[in-house]
């Protein structure tokens, strides 16, 4: 068996992508070790068909973070025997870089994003500086890649010659119940950071007659809480904090409409394909997302969202309000849904990852 390091900067309890893709792995005859780190909040384990490891670091966020974190993460490597590491987005990689070349085994970067295309980094000059600097260090050296979408995969082809792959971020196909709800709600799922647009979609709230449940946690949850007091809209906001993939799932059931909004702020906005495109279409709930390319190619051939050019508050209620209102439109969107879901969905999806790894490792 051939066995393979993934390296992470969360915790892994909430981590969808990478469990689907270890368990694939190790589906189909590879050793899988998925290493993350461990936080005081962190819950136990749950068991999987894959190995994993969390390391504790002293510091849990900003530059000590990172520097504490990668250290452990490459003399914790070090002592491993591995066939390949894989390096999950640029926070990591530096680590899986040096192992690699130390132990002459092959590099796979996996990048779920174009990590200096973020808001978060492409705002801050020093921050995006030395994310640019690491990623012109070491993406053209990793010739084995894959990412999320088309148009990153593109990006890191026009950046650095080099061809990756792509493996979407789709939901893994499982039996679908109708879960009856006593109320309509929206659904946003996923990370609360900058650039996904709340500070339009809290204000458009005043004008929707729906409530918002907020599924997620990350870097803007106190600039969400203090929107939310801004607007007035205490009544119409639950926030459930991180969720279980299988909490996850039975509230995407109940939900009336999924909120996939975001800024076109930094280039990985306007690239990516993020999990809960998928998870609201698996779920049966239209959504409303933006008129991006990698949404648009998909709408265009099932038509499961409704698509928006800008995101001012009154643009996002009215679209918001004609999906509540119109019971046609919304029962197309729903029967399109459950028939895409049919054709989009991770056992399609996996065959295109385990040829990777075969071509890699026959290489």
């Not at 148009?151 to 026009?158: D, G, K, L, P, Q």
Request: with cysteine; hydrophobic share 40%; charged share 25%.
């Amino acid at each position: 068996m051939k066995k393979i390091f993934f390296t992470v900067t969360n915790d892994l309890t909430y981590d969808q992508r990478m469990n689907r893709i270890c368990t694939s792995l190790a589906e189909n005859g590879y050793t899988v070790i998925l290493v993350g780190r461990k936080l005081s909040t962190s819950l136990p384990l749950k068991e999987e068909k894959f190995q994993q490891k969390r390391i504790s670091c002293f510091f849990n966020t900003g530059k000590l973070f990172y520097a504490e974190y990668n250290i452990r993460l490459f003399f914790f490597l070090l002592f491993k025997r591995m066939d390949a590491v894989c390096a999950i987005d640029l926070d990591t990689i530096l680590p899986c870089l040096y192992i690699s070349q130390w132990k002459k085994i092959p590099r796979i970067y996996d990048a779920h994003e174009l990590f200096t295309g973020l808001k978060e980094v492409a705002t801050r000059p020093r921050i995006k500086k030395f994310w640019m600097r690491v990623e012109k260090k070491t993406v053209p050296k990793f010739k084995y890649g894959y990412t999320v979408s088309e148009s990153i995969a593109e990006e890191f082809n026009r950046r650095y010659v080099v061809k990756y792959e792509v493996v979407r971020n789709i939901t893994r196909l499982r039996e679908f119940t109708e879960q009856p709800s006593t109320e309509k709600f929206l659904l946003y799922q996923g990370a609360v950071n900058e650039a996904r647009a709340f500070e339009q979609l809290i204000p458009a709230l005043k004008i929707i007659d729906c409530k918002l449940v907020v599924c997620g946690d990350g870097n803007f949850m106190d600039q969400l809480k203090k929107l939310i007091k801004e607007n007035n809209v205490q009544e119409k906001v639950v926030l459930k904090g991180m969720l279980s993939p299988d909490q996850l799932w039975l509230i995407s059931q109940k939900a009336t409409i999924g909120m996939g909004v975001a800024e076109n702020t930094g280039i990985n906005q306007y690239m990516a394909l993020p999990n809960k495109f998928f998870d609201y279409l698996h779920a049966g709930v239209p959504q409303i997302a933006m008129n991006f390319p990698e949404y648009r190619k998909i709408n265009s051939q099932f038509e499961v969202a409704i698509l928006l050019d800008d995101i001012n508050p009154e643009r996002i209620a009215e679209a918001v309000n004609n999906l509540l209102l119109d019971t046609v439109l919304y029962g197309r969107l729903r029967e399109n849904c459950l028939q895409a879901r049919k054709i989009l969905n991770w056992q399609q999806e996996e065959k295109k990852l385990l040829d990777f790894y075969q071509s890699v490792f026959n290489q």
